[in-house]
């Protein structure tokens, strides 16, 4: 039987791919921060497992080993966290912060299981961003956690083809989870921790940004998609290194890769609410 632990399992696209998988006939090892959130996923499927996972804490990691089967197919990357804010704002213990779980994290619970899809000739999937490819004002920590994630699978990709193990990257655009449903929330606490002199400073950024997500769950693609691809990346016989979920988004990265950088410059300070004095 096939076998795959999924990280960032208790709620929206994690929980999303686990059901799928399940579905599918692999035994799934659910990655949740507490068992509790794990219960309803193992009533909807016992194939899934819920396994107590933060993927910060080096100690849980480590107890992956007692819990694992021996022949693990695949490790799903998935847990994630955004943070946002103008860079010059930017908290830095809330930027380490965000490179703990999205960058190192993630790496933390690949070498874990390594040694396991080495002798499976398994797959490494990892759910990235297309913020991962293009950077936007006022998400500049999280676009460098997920362009530092790249960086780190690309050469990974690679240096793993002597054991057959495939790696690949799942680039969606904005997706219709709880995350960005509670995105303008996340913008006025960010503000809230700001100075006075700060908001005056940035007030035309903020408010650009506050726009921008509650114009986001309008445009955001169904988890499904999200869920087809990583289906396909643990798969299928040759896979991508990239899945790009939605044609909205492979429009988009075709746009950007196309684009002249000042145009696009211009076109997302105009949506950010970022004029030029």
């Known amino acids: 039987m096939n076998s795959v632990l999924v990280t960032g399992a208790a709620r929206g696209i994690g929980k999303a791919i686990c059901l799928r998988l399940a579905q599918q006939g692999w035994q799934v090892y659910a990655g949740v921060r507490k068992l509790s959130h794990g219960a309803e ?7 899934i497992t819920p396994v107590v996972l933060d993927v910060t804490n080096s100690e849980q990691i480590a107890a992956l080993d007692a819990v694992l089967p021996a022949e693990l197919t695949a490790v799903v990357n998935n847990a994630g966290i955004v943070a946002d804010g103008p860079v010059e704002l930017l908290d830095l213990d809330v930027v380490r912060n965000q490179f703990e779980v999205n960058v190192f994290g993630a790496l933390a619970v ?9 002798a499976t000739k398994g797959r490494v999937v990892f759910v990235s961003s297309l913020s991962g490819r293009i950077s936007t004002p006022g998400m500049g920590a999280y676009n460098s956690s997920k362009f530092a994630l ?18 690949s990257l799942i680039e969606p655009g904005p997706i219709a989870t709880d995350l960005w449903f509670g995105a303008t929330d996340t913008v006025d606490n960010t503000a809230a921790r700001l100075t006075d002199e700060q908001r005056t400073l940035y007030a035309g950024h903020l408010a650009g940004l506050r726009r921008m997500t509650q114009q986001i769950p309008k445009l955001a693609a169904p988890v499904e998609s999200v869920v087809k691809e990583v289906e396909k990346a643990l798969t ?9 979920p939605g044609l909205a988004g492979k429009i988009q990265v075709a746009a950007a890769a196309l684009t002249p950088t000042p145009v696009l410059d211009a076109v997302f300070a105009l949506v950010a609410g970022v004029r030029r004095k």
Request: cysteine-free; aromatic content about 4%; charged content about 30%.
């Open 41 to 47: 996923l193992t009533a909807q499927d016992p194939r």
């Open 110 to 118: 690949t070498q874990a299981v390594l040694p396991r899809l080495r």
């Open 150 to 167: 790249e960086g780190l699978v690309d050469a990974l990709r690679v240096e793993l083809r002597p054991w057959g193990i495939r790696t």
């Open 236 to 244: 299928a016989k040759h896979s991508r290194a990239r899945y790009v």
